[in-house]
């Protein structure tokens, strides 16, 4: 399943990362692992953010997704299931009158 991960980071955390050198590190790392669609960066409520989209292939890898981030930026994670134009195309054709 097509996933939006949303990664707001602790700025006091995320601040000490960048200066080890290990906020690019977890980024890099995290965008391999799971293979992401798409990644944007931007500030959302004044956190430095991360938007990340990806294939969700098994619920249980989530633990392992989310850590990383919590532990070393002291993250607040979000994951909503998203559809791409084909996804809402084939959604919306099963639910019109024939």
């Known amino acids: 399943m097509r996933m939006l991960l949303?990664?707001?980071?602790?700025?006091?955390?995320?601040?000490?990362a960048i200066k080890q050198g290990k906020l690019l590190e977890l980024m890099e790392t995290s965008l391999k692992e799971l293979h992401t669609e798409a990644a944007y960066f931007t500030v959302e409520d004044g956190c430095r953010t991360a938007y990340l989209f990806f294939d969700l292939t098994d619920p249980s890898q989530l633990p392992k997704i989310s850590e990383p981030f919590f532990m070393n930026i002291g993250a607040r994670i979000h994951y909503s299931p998203v559809m791409n134009p084909d996804d809402l195309r084939k959604g919306l054709a099963a639910i019109m009158p024939s």
């Open 6 to 16: 949303k990664v707001q980071m602790d700025t006091p955390a995320s601040n000490e």
